[in-house]
């Protein structure tokens, strides 16, 4: 790290924003997965709209302290940041990033505008837009992500699967009820 003080350059900011945004996410899909239990809307609402205001502000404080308010230079960190981890040095997740701020926002607010109409959702809408976070998710943390969050962002992905595929194919009771 260079001579800059972490507070004020930004660094600790941003990087805490990003947690609490993926501990919010996390919590959010882990009620969201056991969403025929009562009483799981309101705290899942909370977590889910919480987590993606986390989110945006970690992108404004990137940008802000980070980027100097510059795209280009967003570009070129992304795609300096991607050779590093990958090998190839594009910056195309950018736009990802971009296209997962936009998604996000118009997510939570028609959970928390209208969650009657936005829980019985067609799964044409659902599957895309989880399948999408989850992607972006997985990438944030086990991919791009260093140290304890890249261990914890693996643990949380393995409970995650495992919670949905167990939804998808739970048991069934025995012995059948007539």
Request: one cysteine or more; hydrophobic letters at 55%; charged letters at 15%.
């Amino acid at each position: 790290m260079s001579g800059k003080d972490p507070i004020t350059s930004g660094e600790e900011l941003t990087l805490w924003a990003i947690r609490l945004s993926i501990a919010l996410y996390v919590a959010a899909v882990a009620l969201w997965l056991n969403r025929e239990k009562p009483g799981f809307a309101r705290p899942a609402r909370a977590c889910w709209a919480g987590a993606c205001l986390c989110f945006l502000v970690h992108v404004l404080l990137a940008f802000h302290f980070h980027h100097a308010w510059s795209h280009a230079e967003a570009l070129k960190e992304t795609a300096r940041r991607t050779g590093e981890l990958t090998g190839s040095s594009s910056g195309s997740g950018i736009y990802l990033n971009y296209l997962m701020a936009v998604v996000w926002a118009a997510d939570a607010v028609w959970w928390l505008r209208d969650p009657a109409g936005y829980e019985s959702r067609p799964p044409a809408i659902e599957i895309p837009v989880h399948a999408f976070f989850a992607f972006m998710f997985f990438n944030a943390v086990v991919v791009f992500g260093e140290g304890l969050l890249r261990g914890a962002g693996a643990v949380a992905s393995v409970i995650l699967v495992a919670m949905f595929m167990y939804g998808q194919f739970k048991p069934k009771a025995f012995p059948p009820t007539a």
